[in-house]
């Protein structure tokens, strides 16, 4: 398969600016899954990686679909299982937010590993991504049906670059109620 380096060639000779990088990639990638190209989908992964190209939501997305595809090759199987995850870890220290696409993906990968549990582990912070897109239904005999949208904050433990611990001091997922927080720094090792 030929991958063409500037797809929109005409582009240039109109005088338009050449495509991005990670433009370059999308398509190519989007290709690649059109024709469920694994190997040519992974080799522009590491060229990409190795330019600094900045990946986004739907290049990871793609590579992941493409990963989670059932082969019959048996030796195919495992690295793509294997690279699948490296490829999710990847995503999560890009700091790129995985979507539904994301988690159908995993889902499939580990399904097709025969691990379920294993779409569950690499998903660790699926209940902090469900908590900031989950809208919450409530129904009341005074006020009918109520929708509550997510909370604009993690309502959860969470712990900062600095190493600091940021703990509600209210439990459940009442999303009224007033949030108070105790912070607690860990101890430094040379004191």
């Known amino acids: 398969m030929h991958i063409q380096k500037y797809p929109c060639q005409c582009r240039e000779k109109l005088g338009i600016f050449p495509p991005l990088p990670d433009t370059i990639l999308r398509v190519n990638l989007d290709r690649c899954s059109k024709n469920g190209d694994l190997a040519e989908a992974l080799r522009l992964y590491e060229e990409a990686k190795a330019d600094s190209v900045e990946f986004n939501q739907h290049h990871y997305n793609v590579l992941l679909y493409l990963c989670s595809l059932n082969t019959e090759e048996s030796g195919e199987n495992f690295d793509r299982f294997d690279?699948?995850?490296e490829i999710f870890k990847q995503?999560?220290?890009d700091k790129v937010d995985p979507n539904e696409?994301?988690?159908t993906n995993m889902s499939r990968l580990a399904a097709s590993k025969e691990d379920p549990e294993l779409g569950i582990d690499c998903n660790s912070f699926f209940?902090?991504?469900k908590e900031k897109h989950q809208v919450r239904l409530k129904y009341s005999s005074e006020d009918g049906l109520t929708l509550h949208m997510p909370p604009p904050y993690s309502i959860v433990i969470q712990e900062s670059e600095q190493g600091r611990w940021h703990i509600p001091t209210v439990t459940g997922d009442d999303l009224e109620a007033p949030r108070q927080w105790i912070c607690a720094t860990r101890a430094r090792p040379d004191i």
Do not use: H, L
């Open 83 to 85: 690279k699948g995850f």
């Open 91 to 93: 995503m999560g220290v």
């Open 101 to 103: 696409a994301t988690f």
């Open 127 to 129: 209940p902090r991504w």
